[in-house]
């Protein structure tokens, strides 16, 4: 008689959070935002008043984001 594994997987471990990087040292930072980025910057300027710039570059765009969430 062959035995079947019959318990479950695990899913209570997480995976590790991966480490947030500073933006000026992001390898793709200096090119242009991306849609997303855009598009949510977009949102948050209009809850907050401020214009945005739409030159901005990704690592721009995500520093300017964090500074318009908080």
Known sequence: ????????????????????????DWVTGDEPATGAQKSYLE??????DEEVREDLTKAEASQKIDELKN
């Open 1 to 24: 008689m062959s035995e079947s594994n019959t318990s479950a997987p695990d899913t209570t471990t997480q995976p590790a959070a991966s480490p947030e990087k500073d933006p000026a």
């Open 43 to 48: 949102t948050l300027s209009r809850q907050s």
